[in-house]
């Protein structure tokens, strides 16, 4: 599981090597939700079990990991939510974006979402829910891959081609039957995202949604994207062209909001 180009930028000694090993822990319990035996985790991650148990001892007795009624399953601990809190509360892009998000959140009634580039994902930092019964959901701290979301699209759209293909595999996992698997077609795709300056989520990560998603471009390449999520069964035409238009809107207004950062 661990990298070595990570282990070996690091310096590759047994006290950074321990460090690493808790960190990669810890995210996989954050990308595995629910709770997990010592031998599943021993051969998600390949680390030796006596090793492995030791590790899970000392964080769990630290409040990072949380074991079930019996003791032998594992999962993510309350300490993990108070560092990620912190990072949220804590972020001056998620501060400066609130009044913003309000707004489009108004203007529009549907699901608002600020989200960052992290490597070849998205991780959500805030949302504002739908005024709608039907509506999408999605938790902050949630990572998605960047190909299959709007805001994600229109961050990668901020690369160069090279660095995409540096980025990203050829061939993509697809989370729809829409979600695009080729990543020369996404390429392509993106070309045009940059033309038009928005992108567009059709379906490919979620059935039944599309989203639609500008890059906040305070620095280059972009960093943060806002996004608006609607259902298909509520998106007319002239839908679709309010949408874009308060988007473009809060990209404007953000854009002199992080215009110091």
């Known amino acids: 599981m661990s990298?070595?180009?990570?282990?070996?930028?690091?310096?590759?000694?047994?006290?950074?090597?321990?460090?690493?090993?808790?960190?990669?822990?810890?995210?996989?319990?954050?990308?595995?939700?629910?709770?997990?035996?010592?031998?599943?985790v021993q051969e998600q991650t390949g680390y030796p079990k006596s090793s492995l148990y030791m590790l899970l001892r000392t964080l769990t007795e630290l409040g990072w990991v949380e074991t079930d009624a019996t003791g032998t399953r594992y999962g993510i601990g309350v300490r993990a939510l108070l560092v990620g809190s912190s990072y949220?509360?804590?972020?001056?892009?998620?501060?400066?974006?609130?009044?913003t998000l309000d707004l489009l959140s108004e203007d529009t009634g549907e699901t608002i979402h600020l989200a960052r580039l992290d490597g070849a994902n998205v991780v959500y930092l805030a949302t504002r829910q739908s005024?709608?019964?039907?509506?999408?959901?999605?938790?902050?701290?949630?990572?998605?891959?960047?190909?299959?979301?709007?805001?994600?699209?229109?961050?990668?759209?901020?690369?160069?081609?090279?660095?995409?293909?540096?980025?990203?595999?050829?061939?993509?996992?697809?989370?729809?039957?829409?979600?695009h698997t080729d990543r020369e077609e996404l390429i392509e795709e993106l070309a045009e995202v940059r033309a038009r300056g928005y992108a567009v989520d059709r379906e490919e990560n979620t059935l039944g949604v599309r989203c639609f998603g500008v890059a906040i471009p305070y620095r280059s390449p972009a960093r943060d994207a806002v996004s608006v999520s609607v259902p298909v069964a509520r998106l007319s035409p002239g839908r679709e062209e309010t949408i874009r238009h308060a988007l473009f809107d809060a990209r404007d207004r953000l854009t002199l909001a992080t215009r110091h950062f």
């Open 131 to 179: 005024q709608h019964s039907l509506r999408p959901f999605t938790r902050i701290g949630r990572r998605l891959p960047a190909y299959a979301t709007s805001h994600g699209k229109a961050l990668l759209a901020t690369h160069t081609d090279e660095q995409i293909r540096r980025l990203l595999p050829e061939q993509l996992e697809p989370l729809t039957e829409h979600t």
């Open 88 to 99: 949220i509360d804590g972020d001056a892009v998620v501060a400066a974006a609130r009044p």
């Open 3 to 40: 990298s070595p180009t990570t282990n070996a930028a690091l310096g590759g000694g047994a006290q950074v090597k321990s460090a690493v090993r808790t960190i990669e822990l810890l995210e996989y319990f954050a990308g595995n939700t629910g709770m997990h035996s010592l031998a599943e």
